[in-house]
C-alpha cells in the first residue's frame, strides 16, 4: 500500500520509513548521502544533523517531515510550501519566511501536500500523480497519503504505468528470465539514476502501483 504520491520534477525526494526528505536538484552528492542513512531508518534528527554537516548557506531550500510515531514535525527552507489539514484545522508552511527554516510540530495529521514553488526548471512538470513507498525519485509535489489510488478509482481509470525501478541500496533488482520462443528478444537498455540527470524521474526504491 502506496504511504506517499509524487509529481515528476526537478528535485530530489528521499521516501523512509520514519522521514520524507526534498532536496534541490543541485544536491546529488549529498542526497546520495542521506538516501542510504534514510533508506537505513534514519530517523528525523539523525537526518538533520546530516543535513547541516556542510552548513546552512550552502543550502538553498529543503523539506523534512517526520513519519515516525508521535507529532508530525515538518521543517521548510526556501522555495518550498507545505499544506494540509492537522487537529482539524488548514495547515500553511512556507520555507520562505524565514532566513534559517520554518519549523512546525503537527498533532493529528491527516493530510499534507509538499509543493515545490520553483525548482529552477525550464521543463513543464507532470500533473499525474504516481504512488510511491520508499525510495529515491524526482519529485515537483509530494502528498500525504497518497492520491493516486483515490483519484484513479473515482475516475474509473486505470492508473499510470510506473517508471522502471532501479537498484535499491541492497543491491541490483531481480529481472525475471524471458520465456522462451522461436526468435531471442532483444535486451532492453539499462535505465538511468535519478543522480543521473535533471529530468530523470526513475524510482531508486519500492514503488506500488495504482490500482485499477
Known amino acids: 500500500m502506496p504511504t506517499s504520491s509524487y509529481r515528476t520534477g526537478a528535485w530530489f525526494a528521499v521516501f523512509g520509513s520514519a522521514t520524507t526528505l526534498l532536496l534541490p536538484g543541485s544536491e546529488k552528492a549529498r542526497v546520495a548521502d542521506l538516501w ?31 513519519g515516525d510515531d508521535g507529532p508530525t514535525k515538518v521543517l521548510a527552507r526556501g522555495p518550498v510550501q507545505v499544506t494540509g489539514s492537522a487537529d482539524g484545522e488548514q495547515v500553511s508552511i512556507d520555507g520562505r519566511d524565514a532566513l ?20 529552477g526548471s525550464t521543463e513543464d512538470t ?18 500525504q497519503p497518497a492520491v493516486a489510488a483515490d483519484a484513479d478509482a473515482s475516475s474509473g481509470t486505470a492508473g499510470p504505468a510506473p517508471a522502471a ?16 520462443g522461436p526468435e531471442p528478444e532483444p535486451v532492453p ?23 485499477p
Open 36 to 66: 542510504s542513512r534514510i533508506d537505513d531508518g534514519a530517523g528525523f534528527d539523525e537526518v538533520l544533523d546530516v543535513l547541516l554537516q556542510s552548513g546552512l548557506g550552502a543550502l538553498p531550500g529543503f523539506v523534512l517531515v517526520s
Open 100 to 119: 534559517t527554516w520554518v519549523e512546525r510540530t503537527l498533532d493529528d495529521v491527516e493530510s499534507l501536500a509538499l509543493v515545490v514553488l520553483d525548482d
Open 126 to 143: 507532470d500533473d499525474v500523480d504516481l504512488p510511491i513507498v520508499d525510495g529515491l525519485v524526482r519529485v515537483s509535489r509530494v502528498d
Open 165 to 180: 525501478v532501479l537498484p535499491s541500496a541492497e543491491g541490483l533488482a531481480s529481472e525475471p528470465e524471458p520465456e522462451a
Open 189 to 211: 537498455e539499462s535505465e538511468a539514476s535519478p543522480l543521473d540527470g535533471e529530468s530523470d524521474t526513475a524510482n531508486m526504491g519500492t514503488r506500488e502501483d495504482a490500482g
